[in-house]
């Protein structure tokens, strides 16, 4: 059976930073799309950023370009999201997406809460 499993939330202060790290027993792991996601209560989930099967390419939403970076380790079957200069508006449960197509409808794992505090 598949498991994702996200680990690394937290609290932390504006301007902090934060680096989530997700396993994925997906098989084989470096044929997989990997991507971020955040929901807060209310809202719907929103896309982060994601890194195709071969890394080659990351992609970013707007509001995280430049102080997020998504990055992979095949060898250890884990996504990393290193995120600076955090904001308030940051905070939610942060979940990560395993995906052969790349359309997100696969793995997905539990989540992580991340809080940032003004």
């Known amino acids: 059976q598949v498991q994702v499993t996200e680990s690394g939330g937290g609290l932390v202060q504006a301007g902090g930073s934060l680096r989530l790290s997700c396993v994925a027993s997906v098989r084989p792991f470096f044929g997989y799309h990997l991507a971020w996601f955040r929901q807060v209560p209310g809202k719907e989930r929103e896309f982060v950023a994601s890194i195709t099967r071969g890394g080659v390419s990351t992609f970013y939403a707007d509001s995280v370009a430049g102080r997020f970076t998504i990055s992979r380790v095949n060898a250890k079957s884990t996504v990393y999201l290193q995120m600076n200069s955090l904001k308030p508006e940051d905070t939610g449960v942060y979940y990560c997406?395993?995906?052969?197509?790349?359309?997100?409808?696969?793995?997905w794992g539990q989540g992580t809460q991340v809080t940032v505090s003004s």
């Open positions: 997406a395993a995906d052969l197509s790349g359309n997100w409808a696969e793995y």
